[in-house]
């Protein structure tokens, strides 16, 4: 009987042969293009389902329905639904950014810039009626989304009331306070649409003559013209 000092040892097990990591592929142009289209079809379908079903009804399977992309693909552009509200309002509230930008760009005076802008913001709303359930509920179900657009919005007004500062249109107050007159100001548009535009939880056009009114405020205030 052999002695278990004496057995042979056993045989040593093949090495394990590690593969190098496969390289990952750079997207073509247009398999690139085609991803950004993809990712902003699911941004405005987002948009639009929140509009009508709000964010506590906007699932992923209405999202990518409304999209026209298959369930599978939404996670190969957001980690979760909460990572697409999350952008969302950020992301379609900026073009509305932009057109009221656009609107208000070769304004002459601050009453006219006042004006086109106000204006500018409701026919976009008109335009684009989800929009506004997705700001108005966003303060609870994207926080961080929400806080970010109050701050695009108030850096742009601030930017603007600053050129009119530098005109001499805005007497009374330094550029130290603009921000809370910024605040101010948008805080008096928002209240406006909700109660002359907003009907049915959605939004309408309004008559020329609520833009006078708060212009006619923005610039005299309460005290009578002398």
Do not use: C
């Not at 697409?84 to 930008?101: E, H, K």
């Amino acid at each position: 009987m052999t002695s278990s000092r004496g057995a042979a040892a056993p045989a040593t097990a093949a090495a394990t042969v590690i593969k190098p990591p496969r390289r990952r592929r750079t997207p073509s142009a247009a398999q690139q293009q085609k991803n950004e289209e993809t990712r902003r079809r699911l941004i405005e379908a987002a948009g639009r389902v929140v509009g009508k079903h709000g964010y506590a009804g906007a699932s992923i399977a209405r999202i990518t329905e409304k999209a026209g992309v298959a369930h599978g693909a939404f996670y190969l552009h957001f980690r979760s639904q909460q990572d697409l509200f999350d952008i969302l309002l950020p992301t379609i509230g900026a073009d509305m950014l932009a057109a009221i930008s656009e609107a208000i760009q070769d304004a002459g005076s601050l009453d006219e810039l006042e004006r086109r802008g106000f204006q500018a913001m409701i026919d976009y709303l008109v335009q684009h009626p989800h929009l506004w359930r997705v700001t108005t509920e966003a303060e609870l179900y994207a926080p961080k989304a929400h806080a970010q657009h109050l701050q695009s919005m108030t850096q742009r007004y601030v930017r603007s009331l600053q050129r009119s500062l530098a005109h001499d249109e805005v007497r009374d107050f330094d550029e130290t306070e603009l921000e809370a007159v910024a605040a101010m100001l948008m805080g008096a548009r928002h209240y406006l649409i909700t109660r002359h535009a907003v009907v049915g939880g959605k939004i309408r056009a309004v008559e020329g003559s609520l833009a006078e009114t708060y212009v006619r405020l923005v610039l005299h205030g309460l005290k009578p013209r002398r």
